[in-house]
C-alpha cells in the first residue's frame, strides 16, 4: 500500500513512535521535548496563540503562557533558533489578544526568534498542517494547533474549571490527536517545514548534522524502529505542482480493508472517499465502517455545508445493500453535552494506524495544505504490532465510552464485530457516563440542500472555486450510482 510517489511522499524510519490523545498530554510533551532542544525548534500551525498556558495544573512544571515559555528557551539556550510558521488568514486578530502584542513584540525584537505568515496558497485554501520539529531529532505531527479553546484531558468533564479560553471564558469539551515521532522520520518532516518556510519568502533553513534525543520522559513509545509513511496534500500552484498523496491514501487504506475501518474526523464530506467506502459496502463481506464525528460542524456557515454534505451522503451510502456496516457515532459527555471531534485518525483492522491534519472532506484531498503519517503493520520492519493497533483502537473506544480498553477489547473479540462491540457497550445519553450518540439523518430544507449538494465551503480543488455551481456536484453522480445498483437489485 505504502508506495513512494503514490499514497506517500516518503517513507522513513521512526525508533521510537506514539499516538498522542488530546491536547492536556500533548502540550505537556512538548513542552517537555521543547526544553530539550539543543539546535532548531520548527512549528507550522494553522494558528499559534501566544496568550494559552500549555500545562495548566501540573505542579511538576511552570505554569506559563506559550510566548514566555518560547521566550525563555531562546533566552536559556544562546544557539537555539525557533521558526513559527503560521497561516496569514485572520492574523490581524493576533493584534487584538490582549497582551498578544508585547509578546510579538518580544519575539520580533530577539534575533533567534523567527515568525513568518504564510499566504502562499489558491484563494479559498488554507494552511491546515500541524508539526513540529525539533532538532530534525523529534516531530509532533497531527490535528492539534498550538492555539486557544484545544486544551481538554481525556475525561472530557462537564466541570472542569482549567478548560478556558485565555479571557477566562469557558469552553465546550475537546477531543483531538497528535504523534510523537523520533528518528529518521523526524528530520522528514523537517523537510516539509523547510519546504514551507521556502514557499513562504523565508529562505532556506539550516538542517541540524547531529541527533538529539529529546523525546518526552513520560511519554512510553508504543512503536519501535519501524517505518512510518508521510502523505501530503498540495494544491496546484503556479510554482509548484498539486501533491494528492492523502486521497490516495485513504483510497487505498479503503481497498485494504478486511474487517474494520475505524475513523475520528471532524467531518464526512469527501465524495472521492464516499465511493472507495460504497464499493467496499457494496461487497457482500466487505468490512464495517464506523465513523466517529462532533454532532455538529464549528462556526454559523460550517455547519450548514459540512453537516448538510454529511447527511447526503451517509443517506446515499445506508440505501445500499450494506448500509447496515456503515455507523457514525457522535461522543457525548456524562451528562450529555456534545465532545467536539478534532482528531484525525484513521485505523483499519490490526493493521493501519494513521494520524494527520487531514479531514474526510474535500478541501484536505485537493484544496488545502496538509500532513499525515501512517504505520502499516504489512511492511516487513512493522510485523508484529497486532495488538499495540488493537490497543489503540480499544483506548480510543475506551475513551468515549467511559469503559476500560480492556473491556472493551474482550466484548470486541467475543463478537467480532465493531459495531456489535459499540452497540453493546454504550450507555444511554446523559445517564452519568461519557458514550457514544448514534448519528441520526436530519430533515434538510432547501437551503442545506443546495449548499451541501454545490459544494459549498468544500469544493474538490482550486479549479472548483470559480466553477458555477451546476459543474460542482457533491456527489457526482454516486446517489445516481447507488439508486441504480438498488433499482437493479430489486428487479433481479
Same mark, same amino acid.
Given at each position: ?43 507550522? %500551525?494553522? !494558528?499559534?496563540? $501566544?496568550?494559552?498556558?500549555? /500545562?495548566?495544573? &501540573? +505542579? #511538576? ?81 497531527? %490535528?492539534? !494547533?498550538?492555539? $486557544?479553546?484545544?486544551?481538554? /484531558?481525556?475525561? &472530557? +468533564? #462537564? ?132 465513523i466517529v464525528n462532533p454532532r455538529s460542524a464549528e462556526g454559523w456557515l460550517e455547519p450548514i455545508a459540512m453537516d448538510s454534505a454529511r447527511a447526503r451522503l451517509f443517506e446515499a451510502l445506508s440505501q445500499g445493500t450494506g448500509g447496515h456496516r456503515l455507523k457514525i457515532y457522535h461522543p457525548v459527555t456524562a ?11 484513521f485505523i483499519v483492522d490490526d493493521r493501519i494506524v494513521r494520524i494527520g491534519s487531514s479531514n474526510l472532506n474535500n478541501r484536505s484531498m485537493r484544496l488545502d495544505t496538509e500532513c499525515d503519517v501512517v504505520f502499516d503493520g504489512a511492511r516487513p520492519a512493522n510485523h508484529g504490532y497486532e495488538d499495540q493497533i ?103
Amino acid at each position: 500500500m505504502l508506495t513512494q510517489g503514490e499514497a506517500c511522499w516518503r517513507i522513513e524510519t521512526a525508533d521510537r513512535a506514539a499516538l498522542i490523545v488530546d491536547a492536556d498530554n500533548y502540550f505537556r510533551a512538548a513542552a517537555t521535548a521543547m526544553a530539550k532542544a539543543r539546535d532548531s525548534i520548527m512549528m507550522v %500551525g494553522w !494558528d499559534f496563540d $501566544a496568550r494559552i498556558r500549555l /500545562t495548566p495544573g &501540573h +505542579d #511538576d512544571m511552570p505554569d506559563e503562557t506559550l510566548g514566555d515559555f518560547i521566550y525563555r528557551l531562546v533566552k536559556e539556550n544562546p544557539r537555539l533558533d525557533i521558526y513559527l510558521l503560521r497561516w496569514r488568514f485572520g492574523a490581524w486578530k493576533i493584534l487584538v489578544r490582549g497582551s498578544t502584542i508585547l509578546t510579538l513584540i518580544k519575539w520580533f525584537f530577539h534575533p533567534r526568534i523567527h515568525l513568518r505568515l504564510d499566504g502562499r496558497h489558491p484563494s479559498g485554501s488554507s494552511h491546515h498542517q500541524k508539526i513540529v520539529v525539533i532538532d530534525d531529532s523529534l516531530a509532533f505531527c497531527g %490535528g492539534i !494547533d498550538m492555539t $486557544a479553546d484545544r486544551w481538554d /484531558t481525556r475525561a &472530557h +468533564d #462537564d466541570d472542569e474549571p482549567r478548560r478556558t479560553r485565555p479571557s477566562g471564558q469557558p469552553y465546550g469539551p475537546w477531543h483531538d490527536a497528535t504523534c510523537a515521532l523520533h528518528g529518521d522520520v523526524a528530520r522528514a518532516l523537517g523537510d516539509v517545514v523547510r519546504l514551507r518556510w521556502r514557499h513562504a519568502g523565508g529562505g532556506d533553513l539550516p538542517e541540524v548534522a547531529d541527533e538529539n534525543d529529546c523525546w518526552p520522559d513520560d511519554l512510553e513509545p508504543q512503536f519501535r524502529d519501524v517505518d512510518i509513511g508521510i502523505a501530503r496534500t498540495l494544491p496546484d500552484m503556479p510554482d509548484w505542482q498539486a501533491v494528492h498523496e492523502i486521497e490516495a491514501l485513504y483510497i487505498a487504506q479503503i481497498e485494504a480493508a478486511e474487517r474494520y475501518i475505524y475513523a475520528e474526523s471532524q467531518y464526512f464530506a469527501s465524495h472521492a472517499i464516499a465511493r472507495a467506502m460504497a464499493e467496499r459496502l457494496d461487497e457482500p463481506n466487505g468490512p464495517e465502517i464506523v465513523i466517529v464525528n462532533p454532532r455538529s460542524a464549528e462556526g454559523w456557515l460550517e455547519p450548514i455545508a459540512m453537516d448538510s454534505a454529511r447527511a447526503r451522503l451517509f443517506e446515499a451510502l445506508s440505501q445500499g445493500t450494506g448500509g447496515h456496516r456503515l455507523k457514525i457515532y457522535h461522543p457525548v459527555t456524562a451528562a450529555g453535552a456534545e465532545i467536539y471531534v478534532h482528531a484525525k485518525i484513521f485505523i483499519v483492522d490490526d493493521r493501519i494506524v494513521r494520524i494527520g491534519s487531514s479531514n474526510l472532506n474535500n478541501r484536505s484531498m485537493r484544496l488545502d495544505t496538509e500532513c499525515d503519517v501512517v504505520f502499516d503493520g504489512a511492511r516487513p520492519a512493522n510485523h508484529g504490532y497486532e495488538d499495540q493497533i488493537r490497543a489503540i483502537l480499544t483506548d480510543l473506544i475506551g475513551e468515549h465510552l467511559d469503559m476500560r480498553p480492556a473491556d472493551v477489547d474482550a466484548a470486541l473479540r467475543e463478537s467480532g464485530s465493531l459495531i456489535d462491540t459499540i452497540e453493546a457497550l454504550r450507555h444511554p445519553v446523559g445517564d452519568g457516563r461519557r458514550t457514544l450518540e448514534p448519528y441520526t439523518i436530519p430533515d434538510l430544507d432547501a437551503v442545506h440542500e443546495f449548499v451541501a449538494d454545490n459544494q459549498i465551503l468544500d469544493p474538490e480543488g482550486p479549479d472548483q472555486m470559480f466553477e458555477t455551481f451546476k459543474r460542482r456536484k457533491l456527489l457526482r453522480g454516486l446517489l445516481g450510482q447507488m439508486r441504480e445498483r438498488i433499482t437493479h437489485r430489486r428487479s433481479s
